[in-house]
Antibody
Framework: EVQLVESGGGLVKPGGSLRLSCAAS????????MNWVRQAPGKGLEWVSS????????YYADSVKGRFTISRDNAKNSLYLQMNSLRAEDTAVYYC????????????WGRGTLVTVSS | QTVVTQEPSFSVSPGGTVTLTCGLS?????????PSWYQQTPGQAPRTLIY???TRSSGVPDRFSGSILGNKAALTITGAQADDESDYYC?????????FGGGTKLTVL
């Protein structure tokens, strides 16, 4: 089955760190650029970060630049998001999202993992 | 800072047609932004409807269509059904980033 499964979410104190993982299956992970997209409670979707298929190109939203690091391990079919210096406003469901090969756009979404930053 | 605009809410009658739009706070939306559209119901992950302006994602019925109307991207739903009641998000590709609109809450009544 073609799917993305996120893990690693949880409760963390402000200033703390968390590492999210996304396990891909059912498709050739190494051929696709990947993204993280988040959604704060009751709010809209926000793009967080992108990484190209070979990790050559990496981009971040201004809101997380310098604090979050995206990476991938094609041998393990996995995508990661290392989140440091977490703030209350980082509280959100984090979705792993596969970019379409044909054009910019998401072709596959994970179910998301909730990150709560609170003391 | 780039702001992508969407109608906060819209309503449509069952069987009716509705067009949701996606604009830019400054400038016009063109195919060069590869506009895409996503549907989301509460508590669920988003579902991809349209990418690259007008290409339907696999399994999406043809009553969902995308286009450029004037200076905005548009998502048209024809023959609206009760289960189309959802939040709809557009996103524009800026080369090194993606910018989501604030979403449109569609009510079918």
């Amino acid at each position: 089955e073609v799917q993305l499964v996120e893990s690693g979410g949880g409760l963390v104190k402000p200033g703390g760190s968390l590492r999210l993982s996304c396990a891909a299956s059912g498709f050739t992970f190494s051929s696709y650029s990947m993204n993280w997209v988040r959604q704060a409670p009751g709010k809209g979707l926000e793009w967080v970060s992108s990484i190209s298929s070979s990790s050559s190109y990496i981009y971040y939203a201004d809101s997380v630049k310098g604090r979050f690091t995206i990476s991938r391990d094609n041998a393990k079919n996995s995508l990661y998001l290392q989140m440091n210096s977490l703030r209350a406003e980082d509280t959100a469901v984090y979705y792993c999202a596969r970019r379409s090969i044909a054009a910019p756009g998401v072709s596959l979404w994970g179910r998301g993992t909730l990150v709560t930053v609170s003391s | 800072q780039t702001v992508v605009t969407q109608e906060p809410s819209f309503s449509v009658s069952p069987g009716g047609t509705v067009t949701l739009t996606c604009g830019l706070s400054s400038g016009s939306v063109s195919t060069s932004y590869y506009p895409s559209w996503y549907q989301q119901t509460p508590g669920q992950a988003p579902r991809t409807l349209i990418y690259s302006t007008n290409t339907r994602s696999s399994g999406v019925p043809d009553r969902f269509s995308g286009s450029i109307l004037g200076n905005k991207a548009a998502l048209t739903i024809t023959g609206a059904q009760a289960d189309d009641e959802s939040d709809y998000y557009c996103v524009l590709y800026m080369g090194s980033s993606w910018v989501f609109g604030g979403g449109t809450k569609l009510t079918v009544l």
